[in-house]
């Protein structure tokens, strides 16, 4: 079984894109960040089409978070216990978004689904803007809620299959950082309390990439080429528990996928599992996909 993560940056700029390399590329599961839509504005024909079942979570033009699976998806939920809200509210979307602990809107930052006994969480991590900015402390509370989140779903059930898949708008160590405009330390993404804060879903969660793709970014800025500079990050990961991890085959990064016309900003990173972990959930011939065309 093949899962994926792929932050699309605008998923109606890049539907045909997208949907040529999930079946190109044989993915069974896609979890994809900034959508930047609504669920009744997602193309969904060209998924369907496609043989692949979705589950969206967004909000308005901004963030967003979507899977498009090929087998049945149960136990969705928007959102964890816990989480952080950020900024004012939308008039009109109060009872859609509602609150968060500390009173502010809840953003379309992530969704959870469960596939056989596999339970995904698809992420968009706030990208903390500035470090003196009120964005990275929500941030940093963000990243907390989700680590407490997780301590609680394995204490409950810890020989859990579950995988944290997305942007985390954080790279862990300094060969994750290619970019200049970073200064080490100094800078989002690269600071030590986000570091700090990314190490502390170990030994819980593991890089189910790094093992077998260890180098590699998932992330080029659009200017000053830095894709062909190849001056990126690695901030896109699947994060697995130990269950999972020892049902890891292969993993890969799609650094090709930055390439041609209208690429998002990031690229796919793929990981190939044991499909023996789902059980016996895909064994039916109705979670086989359609043929696309």
Not at 87 to 113: C, F, H, I, M, Y
Request: contains cysteine.
């Amino acid at each position: 079984m093949r899962i994926a993560t792929w932050n699309v940056n605008s998923i109606r700029t890049r539907a045909p894109r997208v949907v040529d390399w999930l079946v190109r590329e044989d993915v069974d599961v896609l979890a994809m960040q900034e959508i930047k839509c609504r669920p009744d504005q997602f193309p969904r024909e060209a998924f369907e089409r496609a043989g692949y079942r979705l589950e969206i979570h967004g909000l308005n033009q901004w963030n967003g978070v979507a899977f498009a699976s090929r087998h049945e998806m149960t136990e969705v939920a928007h959102g964890f216990a816990g989480m952080p809200g950020f900024g004012a509210a939308v008039k009109g979307q109060e009872s859609v978004q509602g609150t968060g602990p500390n009173g502010l809107p809840l953003e379309a930052r992530a969704l959870g689904v469960t596939l056989g006994d596999l339970r995904l969480w698809n992420l968009y991590v706030p990208n903390g803007r500035a470090l003196d900015d009120p964005h990275f402390r929500y941030k940093l509370d963000w990243l907390a809620a989700l680590r407490t989140a997780v301590d609680g779903w394995l204490a409950a059930h810890p020989e859990l299959p579950l995988a944290l898949m997305g942007d985390f708008n954080i790279a862990p160590l300094p060969s994750d950082m290619g970019d200049p405009s970073f200064a080490e330390g100094r800078s989002t993404h690269v600071s030590p309390e986000e570091r700090e804060a990314f190490a502390a879903f170990s030994p819980a969660l593991t890089d189910l990439v790094r093992p077998l793709a260890p180098e590699g970014y998932t992330f080029w800025d659009y200017t000053q080429l830095r894709f062909p500079r190849n001056e990126g990050m690695r901030i896109d990961f699947i994060l697995g528990s130990a269950s999972l991890a020892e049902a890891v085959t292969a993993a890969a990064i799609h650094r090709d996928e930055r390439k041609g016309d209208g690429p998002s900003d990031h690229v796919p990173v793929v990981c190939d599992i044991d499909p023996s972990l789902l059980g016996d959930a895909f064994d039916d011939e109705d979670d086989l996909p359609m043929i696309f065309g």
